[in-house]
């Protein structure tokens, strides 16, 4: 149980955005903005980097359902959010995304462990500044939503199909949820 | 120098915010309704506390600098104040309410699941609200995303700690959204 009086039955971050959604407002608009609108890093490498800095925080309400984003997202090369949960390094993905989800990495333990050579080696593979800038932007952003949502003990389903469905609806963009009678 | 160019010479945050003001938009956004919107029973003073204790314990030097400098604005105190409640907040002469919100943001600044039912209980003890209880949580885990901004892009800060002092009455009346971020 959350441990504020928050909507019953309402998984992880829809039930704080309804118990309070003033702050709920600029966190979906940030959501939308980051990982929907216009960025050189597609939608699904965006959840990508989303769902592996969920997953080092061992945060699983937000690693399950960016994980089902992803996989709507990529179709037929869904295999890939697995093995990129499972070691980025071995994943079937372009070595600018690896290096990109290394300096996700970096930025999940702390902003100052980013180094030169990170940026360097990124940038040897292809990356230009708007794709390190978002990198950098959304892998702090779910230090922020990680903690929030288990900081405050929202409840976590555990069926997959609950995440499924939400991955479908994420998919297609972030609205922040409206309290129904 | 930092990792990318920002095209500015801006300090901190105000780099990559005027970067990329798409995003600046909703991290503003936020920054207003948490830190400084008056419909809050926590004042401005202890919400900016919060997020100095967090910016200090994330080693986040521009952030716990320029919330110091709001908190002591609005609080009255002078540094030395803030340099102890970073240091140690259980010592200072702050409320016990204010003491248990902060031992929470710590715990969220570690991890969320560090957070314990036992950390929850004394906050409610000392007469902390749902609605307090949830705008600590969430100015911690936001202070984890700003300083990993700032300092993941390896932006600048000014070092003399006077500077932040001196800007925040105007911070303070400018806020975090109608302000121009190349003053």
Excluded at chain 1, 164 to 179: D, F, I, N, S
Excluded at chain 2, 37 to 65: A, K, M, P
Aim: hydrophobic content about 40%; proline content about 6%; overall charge negative.
């Amino acid at each position: 149980m959350a441990y504020i009086n928050v909507p019953e039955g309402v998984p992880g971050i829809r039930s704080l955005v309804l118990f309070r959604p003033e702050t709920g407002k600029p966190l979906y608009a940030l959501a939308q903005t980051l990982l929907r609108e216009d960025s050189p890093l597609s939608p699904a490498e965006r959840e990508l980097i989303a769902a592996h800095v969920s997953n080092r925080n061992n945060c699983k309400f937000c690693m399950e359902s960016h994980a089902a984003a992803a996989r709507c997202l990529l179709g037929l090369r869904q295999d890939i959010v697995d093995q990129t949960l499972d070691d980025p390094a071995r994943a079937a993905l372009s070595p600018k995304l690896k290096a990109l989800l290394h300096i996700a990495g970096k930025v999940q333990l702390s902003g100052k462990q980013v180094m030169p050579e990170d940026i360097a080696a990124a940038r040897d593979h292809g990356a230009n500044d708007r794709e390190i800038h978002d990198t950098v932007l959304i892998a702090a952003a779910f230090c922020m939503f990680n903690r929030y949502v288990d900081g405050l003990a929202s409840w976590t389903p555990t069926d997959p199909a609950v995440y499924a469905e939400m991955g479908q609806r994420m998919a297609k963009g972030y609205v922040l949820p409206q309290q129904t009678i | 120098m930092a990792h990318i160019d920002l095209g500015n010479e801006l300090p901190g945050i105000r780099g990559p915010m005027a970067y990329r003001p798409e995003t600046a938009r909703p991290l503003n956004a936020l920054a207003e309704i948490l830190l400084r919107d008056d419909n809050n029973t926590l004042s401005r003073g202890e919400r900016e506390l919060i997020g100095t204790y967090v910016s200090s314990l994330n080693d986040c030097f521009f952030c716990q600098n320029v919330h110091g400098g709001l908190a002591q604005h609005y609080l009255g105190c002078d540094m030395p104040f803030i340099d102890a409640v970073k240091r140690d907040p259980v010592s200072t002469p702050i409320s016990d309410k204010l003491k248990t919100l902060l031992s929470i943001a710590a715990s969220v600044q570690k991890g969320g699941k560090n957070v314990r039912p036992e950390q929850i209980e004394a906050a409610r003890q000392e007469g902390a609200t749902d609605r307090e209880i949830h705008d600590t949580v969430l100015i911690a885990a936001a202070f984890c995303m700003y300083n990993r901004y700032v300092d993941g892009l390896a932006t600048w800060a000014p070092q003399d700690r006077q500077f932040y002092i001196d800007r925040a009455p105007i911070r303070a009346a400018e806020g975090y959204i109608d302000f121009d971020l190349y003053k």
